[in-house]
């Protein structure tokens, strides 16, 4: 695909979704005669215009780990493991010792939701170690085949992170848990008194204390989404960079991709900590 168009194009190809949007002419795809026309299609269809490569990659991953976690579960044995179920065991003890150590409430919901953040996300960014012309160009032969359509105007991104809307929706479930668990835990007047009494403690500063606790509340999922979108994005686009390389492709692919696997646990790890200590402040009724 790289020595059949410019560098450039190529780069765009793989930066940009399939999407699909509602026109007067029904549902669309945002494949066109030219490169350089990627999303025309969906250009003028306002807000609903849907990331289907987003939405099949971040779906398939989530059930392939509800599957594999029940299958794991209703294997498991009180005796000697399977090196499965003990590769599992591990993990869900590291992710309750977090939950241990950070979360300070009383909530039955916050380990099971770290683990499902910690493998989702994972898996998610682990998408970014798939060869980045792979999968793209599967995706194009098989439309050309189904379709007729040049493999050239087929997109599709297969890492979910590397989407802002994936980060975004991410992060605002986590906020809906964190304004829910303040309410329910603190009471519609204890989340009032937050948000106004604090931190300077006198009805003078009310209206400072308003603004200073709303940007500090809504900086939360911001920069949960931010944080996951901005590393997982950068990693990917320096995948493709290194695929546009030639010859050099393989011997720059192989340690960033070494050092790229840090990168994915991390993020993770950073996105499952940061709702736990969020969750837990919310928790917490001064």
Same mark, same amino acid.
């Given at each position: 695909?790289? /020595?059949?168009?410019?560098?450039?194009?190529? !780069?765009?190809?793989?930066?940009?979704?399939?999407?699909?949007?509602?026109?007067?002419?029904?549902?669309?795809?945002?494949?066109?005669?030219?490169?350089?026309?990627?999303?025309?299609?969906?250009?003028?269809?306002? @807000?609903?215009?849907?990331?289907?490569?987003?939405?099949?990659? /971040? !779906?398939?991953?989530?059930?392939?780990?509800?599957?594999?976690?029940?299958?794991?579960?209703?294997?498991?044995? /009180?005796?000697? +493991? /399977?090196?499965?179920?003990?590769?599992?065991?591990?993990?869900?003890?590291?992710?309750?010792?977090?939950?241990?150590?950070?979360?300070?409430?009383?909530?039955?919901?916050?380990?099971?939701?770290?683990?499902? %953040? &910690?493998?989702?996300?994972?898996?998610?960014?682990?998408?970014?170690? =798939?060869?980045?012309?792979?999968?793209?160009?599967?995706? *194009?032969? !098989?439309?050309?085949?189904? $379709?007729?359509?040049?493999?050239?105007?087929?997109?599709?991104?297969?890492?979910? $992170?590397?989407? %802002?809307?994936? $980060?975004?929706?991410?992060?605002?479930?986590? @906020?809906?848990?964190? %304004?829910?668990?303040?309410?329910?835990?603190?009471?519609?007047? *204890? @989340?009032?008194?937050?948000?106004?009494?604090?931190?300077?403690?006198?009805?003078?500063?009310? +209206? =400072?204390?308003?603004?200073?606790?709303?940007?500090?509340?809504?900086?939360? +999922?911001?920069?949960?989404?931010?944080?996951?979108? *901005?590393?997982?994005?950068?990693?990917?686009?320096? @995948?493709?960079?290194?695929?546009?390389?030639? =010859?050099?492709?393989?011997?720059?692919?192989?340690?960033?991709?070494? &050092?790229?696997?840090?990168?994915?646990?991390?993020?993770?790890? !950073? &996105?499952?900590?940061?709702?736990?200590?969020?969750?837990?402040?919310?928790?917490?009724?001064?």
């Amino acid at each position: 695909m790289a /020595s059949e168009i410019t560098t450039q194009e190529y !780069i765009l190809h793989h930066l940009t979704n399939a999407t699909m949007c509602s026109t007067d002419d029904g549902l669309k795809f945002s494949h066109g005669e030219e490169l350089h026309n990627a999303g025309q299609v969906c250009a003028d269809a306002g @807000f609903w215009v849907w990331n289907i490569d987003t939405m099949a990659w /971040s !779906i398939g991953l989530g059930i392939l780990f509800l599957w594999f976690f029940r299958k794991v579960a209703k294997k498991a044995t /009180s005796g000697v +493991p /399977s090196k499965t179920q003990a590769f599992i065991e591990i993990l869900v003890e590291f992710v309750n010792n977090n939950v241990r150590d950070s979360f300070h409430g009383k909530n039955n919901l916050i380990a099971p939701l770290a683990l499902t %953040i &910690f493998v989702w996300v994972f898996l998610m960014n682990l998408m970014d170690l =798939v060869p980045v012309d792979f999968l793209p160009t599967a995706a *194009g032969e !098989i439309a050309h085949a189904a $379709t007729g359509v040049d493999p050239h105007n087929v997109y599709m991104k297969v890492v979910p $992170t590397t989407d %802002i809307n994936l $980060t975004l929706a991410l992060a605002l479930g986590v @906020f809906i848990l964190i %304004i829910f668990y303040s309410i329910k835990v603190k009471g519609v007047g *204890g @989340f009032l008194k937050e948000l106004t009494f604090q931190p300077f403690n006198h009805w003078a500063f009310i +209206p =400072v204390n308003f603004i200073l606790e709303t940007v500090t509340l809504l900086a939360r +999922p911001f920069s949960l989404a931010l944080r996951l979108f *901005g590393n997982l994005y950068a990693g990917e686009l320096i @995948f493709i960079l290194i695929a546009t390389l030639g =010859v050099w492709q393989l011997p720059l692919h192989f340690p960033w991709a070494v &050092f790229h696997i840090l990168v994915i646990v991390l993020q993770a790890f !950073i &996105f499952m900590m940061l709702t736990i200590v969020y969750l837990s402040l919310a928790h917490e009724d001064h």
